[in-house]
């Protein structure tokens, strides 16, 4: 792209009239999100795990404050609603889920954004180790409990945020939950790694039984949010609240960018990741980046869907390509 052609949120198309999910929606690259997508006409299912925090950030973009608003128009109060969602708890998931389905009989896209980042080893509501919990397990039942519905959508997607740390990351078959040795980066990859290998083998089913619903994989460089600080511990919260942030790291605003692209642009096609296009994916526009040969890997797929789908006790129907 030439810097005039550069993507940016400006070149959202209208979206009235239709219905996204966006998880982690109260704060950092969900709330950039959600303010984009309410801004140019969609309705937007904020779904949070903490319910007083998803409304205090609802009555932000309602009034045109909090961050990121500089510039920003407010945002309708009726496109905005806001539900609780534990993603480390299926309980949770399936609630939420079922109060959606009560309530719409389509959605047309859902943003699997939340995630939790290098707390100390912590378990999840059914046993499951924190961050695998939440950033997949947690996503990949809720994306299959909704599927249908998004399957009746128009342009219908789903968007998965990943990491340029997929990169280093591969799942630990052996030991998921960390029983035998926990480091919270290591997991951290291993979970951002399970959420590429679920996009893309998302797309191999969805490609293989011809559904109308387009799985798309971004991420969105190196963005300071609340991602570094309220869960990380240790030297990686040094790293990241004090030194990487503020030196290195773009705002949630130009964060949002690729998974904005992946969720509106029409060109997108399925299966492809999405990321800045600065050095080292860093910052930047969003363009099409590279997913790791590993994470492509469809043996991988396989077997983490096989998993997925007992651990969670979701299955999706869709048979493998």
């Known amino acids: 792209m030439t810097e005039k052609q550069r993507w940016t ?29 309410a801004r140019r006409g969609g309705r937007v299912i904020l779904a949070v795990r903490d319910e007083e925090k998803g ?20 945002v309708d109060a009726r496109l905005l609603d806001v539900r609780p969602l534990d993603l480390a708890d299926l309980d949770s998931v399936r609630a939420f889920a079922d ?18 980042m290098a707390p100390p080893r912590t378990l999840g509501a059914q046993g499951h180790e924190l961050q695998f919990a939440t950033n997949h397990l947690g996503h990949f039942a809720l994306t299959g409990l909704l599927l249908d519905l998004l399957a009746a959508g128009t342009d219908p997607r789903v968007v998965t945020v990943s990491s340029i740390n997929h990169r280093q990351g591969s799942l630990r078959f052996d030991d998921l939950n960390g029983e035998h040795g ?10 951002k790694f399970a959420n590429a ?46 030194i990487g942030n503020p030196l290195l790291a773009q705002c949630p605003e130009r964060g ?57 006790g979701v299955r999706y129907g869709l048979v493998a390509r």
């Open 256 to 312: 949002a960018l690729p998974q904005l692209y992946a969720a509106t642009e029409p060109s997108v096609v399925g299966g492809e990741f999405i990321g800045p296009d600065g050095m080292g994916e860093l910052r930047g526009a969003p363009t099409r980046v590279r997913l790791s040969e590993a994470a492509g890997d469809s043996g991988t797929g396989r077997r983490l869907w096989e998993l997925s789908e007992g651990l969670t």
């Open 197 to 242: 290998v679920f996009g893309k083998e998302l797309h191999r089913r969805l490609t293989a039984t011809a559904s109308p619903v387009r799985s798309v994989l971004a991420h969105p460089g190196y963005t300071a949010t609340n991602l570094q600080m309220k869960d990380t511990s240790g030297l990686a919260k040094l790293f990241f609240g004090r």
């Open 55 to 74: 409304r205090r950030a609802a009555e932000a973009l309602v009034a045109g404050t909090g961050p990121g608003a500089d510039g920003h128009p407010a």
């Open 182 to 191: 926990y480091t919270p980066m290591a997991f951290y990859n291993q979970s």
């Open 99 to 116: 109060g959606l389905r009560a309530e719409h009989p389509r959605l047309d896209v859902l943003v699997n954004n939340a995630g939790v």
């Open 9 to 37: 949120a400006d070149l959202i198309p209208d979206q009235t009239g239709r219905v996204f999910v966006v998880t982690g929606a109260n704060s950092g690259l969900g709330l950039a999100t959600t303010r984009e997508l």
